[in-house]
């Protein structure tokens, strides 16, 4: 399979534990996307890296959400000291831009998380 | 503010039956328009992307149209199967000098019943 693959898929955890997620993007895309999508709501931005560098972040990515890529490669996302209102299904896309043209996010899975 | 409105919120329609899904948006600069599907507790899947210049864009039963000037879209499904049954989202993609971001609609909820 090489599409774009997340794990964990589901996470449960208790407020205030800090959670990590990792996302690897097809191997030739060098543009990364998270998203957070809610029940009943479509995917709200959080932040986008091309290769390593993070270029944006959502002001919904608060100062407990942290991003990487340190490579260039997979990418993680951690939430420290959880809250209920985290509790969210987490999506990762990735993408490859052509020369003058428009780029097609490839979404992965998800990791649903819950915190109790 | 960027934003992407869709209509209805959720519909249900018979096996067989054609229906249309509505898009309008607010979004500016506008770079292109994505349909996608997203089937329950998976990832979206993209059915259409149409940029400023293009009005309509098919893939199978799947019609997308756009219309840059009122800034509407809509997707049409022709003879809608179960395996439709999805929520079906529209997307619109802003273009920055370092790159961009898309902005989601709500989704409508279809269910296609036998």
């Known amino acids: 399979d090489t599409g774009v693959s997340q794990n964990p898929r589901h996470k449960i955890t208790k407020r205030g534990q800090n959670v990590t997620f990792r996302c690897d993007p097809i191997?030739?895309?060098?543009?990364l996307y998270w998203y957070r999508q809610t029940l009943g709501q479509g995917p709200e931005f959080l932040t986008y890296?091309?290769?390593?560098?993070?270029?944006?972040k959502s002001r919904l990515l608060s100062d407990r959400f942290s991003a990487e890529r340190p490579k260039g490669s997979f990418s993680t996302l951690e939430i420290q000291r959880t809250e209920q209102g985290d509790s969210a299904m987490y999506l990762c896309?990735?993408?490859?831009?052509?020369?003058?043209?428009?780029?097609?996010?490839?979404f992965g899975p998800g990791t649903r998380l819950t915190v109790l | 503010k960027n934003q992407v409105e869709q209509s209805p919120q959720s519909l249900i329609i018979l096996e067989g039956k054609n229906c249309t899904l509505q898009?309008?948006?607010?979004?500016?600069?506008?770079?292109?328009l994505r349909w996608y599907k997203q089937d329950t507790g998976r990832g979206p899947v993209s059915l259409t992307i149409?940029?400023?210049?293009?009005n309509t864009k098919s893939n199978g039963r799947y019609t997308a149209t756009l219309d840059a000037d009122t800034k509407q879209s809509s997707l049409h499904i022709t003879a809608s199967q179960l395996s439709d049954s999805a929520s079906y989202i529209c997307?619109?993609?802003?273009?920055?000098?370092?790159?961009?971001?898309?902005?989601f609609g709500q989704g409508t909820e279809l269910s296609v019943k036998p």
């Open positions: 890296f091309q290769n390593e560098a993070q270029l944006e």
């Open positions: 997307v619109v993609s802003v273009t920055y000098n370092q790159g961009g971001k898309l902005i």
């Open positions: 896309a990735s993408s490859f831009r052509p020369a003058g043209g428009a780029d097609t996010q490839y």
């Open positions: 149409m940029t400023f210049s293009e």
């Open positions: 898009c309008n948006y607010t979004v500016s600069p506008f770079s292109n």
């Open positions: 191997s030739e895309h060098n543009r």
